[in-house]
């Protein structure tokens, strides 16, 4: 029998055929993503439902030496779910069981597949009291893609990136064995990483090259009842470092944004600082706003939401997406960005610098960032396309590299790279690190079959 053929049937019994497709123009959908970039077609998109499933897929691409993707919402930007070398795309949307919600530990044991949406949504309707962690971005992402990415959102600044907010992980090494990380490896409860060696580093930042997450328990928090921002109108970008650590310092804010971009027109020229708050009562918020007003009082003209126009307030600040609305300003649907950890100080010169880039690839400037924990911040200047123009496209590209270049000079650290900026990443990096990285795969995936292209160390 025909490779391709015995291996679509070895699929057929694993999967069922409903959730397996080897047809071209699904192959073809699983060779996008809603970024600029593109890959090979895969061989077979597969969706498995139970650990089970995952381990006996595992098994055959490791006898067929096929490659194996596993991918989530296929949200990341840069291509990171992407079939670079073709293979099985392992679509985990099939794994989308909420398993359990403990209030006491706050925590829940989910899927490897759960989608931010579906989260979110379970939690205010059975449990409005506790919120998970909330990053802006598409609802059909999954939290294990955006933890294994090192995402951020909304509770960043008081609790860190999503990857700092599990207890642990369950995965299907990519040799097969199912494993246990966190206090489930020794407990029946999911409550915490300690006090064990920390093994989810093992998954994190390693883009789905060192097995597949099929359970997660991510930490929740109590919802505040009560919500608000404030803007503050800098007078130049030079301002942002002190002004910032200003804001950081009341520890008051629950998330911290700041933007400076040219379109609408109106934004020309502003520099704006935004701090969330949250609380439980009317004199919480008032307290909180009077100490928030009083850090910048000497620097910044304060703006409370109540004083913007209603247009202005939903735009910007109603809806998810603090930079999403820009994301179309070309009618073309293309929407990139990627950007990196920077150190605070080095915000003013990566905002011009950004600006020139964007200007030699004919966008229009805007960059963004938020504050991460108490002082790094994640720096993300989109670059909106049209799909329709192969030129745009390119130029979409070629400014997200040379953005991610800027942030290597500047000190910084690309967020979620594509498989070009990984490789300036290890041209860089500390020899016996990236030495470290290419035993840690060679142990792990001994026949090299998981995502490849992705840190590709040799
Ligand atoms: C409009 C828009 C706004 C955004 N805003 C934000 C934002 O505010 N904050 C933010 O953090 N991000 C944001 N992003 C980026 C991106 O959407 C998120 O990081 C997202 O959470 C990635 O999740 P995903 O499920 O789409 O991951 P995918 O793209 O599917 O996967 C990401 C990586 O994880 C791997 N992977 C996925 N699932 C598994 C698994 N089960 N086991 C092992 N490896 C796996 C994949 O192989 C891939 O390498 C935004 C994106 C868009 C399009």
């Known amino acids: 029998m025909e490779e391709k053929e015995r291996i679509y049937n070895s699929l057929v019994d694993i999967v069922g055929e409903d959730f397996l497709s080897n047809r071209e123009e699904e192959l073809y959908v699983y060779s996008r993503e809603l970024g600029a970039l593109t890959s090979n077609k895969p061989s077979y998109v597969v969706m498995p439902k139970t650990v089970k499933e995952v381990q006996k897929i595992i098994k055959l691409a490791n006898e067929e030496r096929i490659p194996i993707v596993p991918m989530g919402g296929g949200s990341s930007l840069s291509g990171l779910a992407l079939p670079i070398k073709g293979g099985i795309v392992l679509d985990m949307k099939q794994m989308n069981k909420i398993i359990e919600v403990n209030e006491k530990s706050m925590y829940a044991l989910i899927e490897g597949g759960v989608t931010l949406g579906k989260?979110?949504?379970?939690?205010?309707?059975?449990?409005?009291?506790?919120?998970?962690?909330?990053p802006d971005s598409v609802p059909s992402a999954t939290l294990t893609g955006n933890v294994i990415v090192y995402g951020s959102g909304a509770l960043s600044q008081r609790y860190g990136l999503s990857s700092d907010?599990?207890?642990?992980?369950?995965?299907?090494?990519?040799?097969?064995?199912?494993?246990?990380?966190?206090?489930?490896?020794?407990?029946?409860?999911?409550?915490?990483?300690?006090?064990?060696?920390?093994l989810t580093g093992l998954l994190i930042g390693w883009f789905g090259t060192t097995g597949i997450v099929t359970k997660l328990s991510i930490k929740l928090y109590p919802n505040p009842k009560k919500r608000d921002y404030i803007v503050f109108n800098l007078e130049s970008i030079d301002q942002i470092p002190d002004a910032v650590s200003k804001v950081i310092?009341?520890?008051?804010?629950?998330?911290?944004?700041s933007t400076s971009q040219e379109e609408p027109a109106y934004m020309r020229g502003m520099v704006l600082l935004v701090a969330y708050i949250a609380g439980e009562s009317d004199e919480e918020m008032e307290f909180k706003k009077r100490i928030l007003a009083d850090a910048l009082k000497d620097e910044a003209q304060y703006i409370e939401s109540t004083m913007l126009g209603s247009d202005f307030r939903e735009r910007f600040f109603e809806?998810?997406?603090?930079?999403?609305?820009?994301?179309?300003?070309?009618?073309?649907?293309?929407?990139?960005?990627?950007?990196?950890?920077?150190?605070?100080?080095?915000?003013p010169e990566a905002f011009r610098r950004t600006e020139e880039i964007s200007h030699k690839y004919g966008f229009p400037y805007t960059t963004s960032f938020r504050v991460v924990g108490k002082g790094t911040v994640i720096f993300f200047p989109p670059f909106p396309f049209n799909r329709a123009d192969k030129?745009?496209?390119?130029?979409?590209?070629?400014?997200?590299?040379?953005?991610?270049?800027?942030?290597?000079?500047?000190?910084?650290?690309?967020?979620?790279?594509?498989?070009?900026v990984q490789k300036l990443i290890m041209e860089r990096m500390d020899k016996n690190t990236l030495e470290l990285m290419k035993k840690i795969k060679k142990l792990l995936d001994p026949n090299g079959i998981m995502n490849p292209g992705n840190w590709e160390v040799d």
Not at 249 to 257: C, F, H, P, R, S
Request: aromatic residues 10%; negative net charge; glycine residues 10%.
């Open 119 to 134: 989260l979110r949504s379970y939690l205010e309707k059975n449990y409005p009291h506790i919120q998970p962690l909330l």
């Open 319 to 347: 809806k998810p997406g603090f930079a999403a609305w820009v994301s179309d300003i070309r009618r073309g649907g293309g929407f990139v960005y990627c950007g990196g950890f920077m150190p605070l100080e080095k915000i």
């Open 249 to 257: 310092q009341t520890e008051i804010a629950e998330d911290i944004l």
């Open 391 to 420: 030129n745009d496209v390119d130029n979409a590209v070629s400014a997200m590299h040379e953005t991610d270049e800027l942030v290597l000079e500047l000190g910084g650290v690309p967020w979620k790279p594509d498989i070009h």
């Open 165 to 198: 907010q599990i207890n642990g992980f369950e995965v299907v090494l990519p040799t097969g064995e199912i494993c246990k990380l966190g206090s489930s490896a020794v407990s029946t409860y999911w409550h915490t990483k300690a006090s064990l060696p920390d």
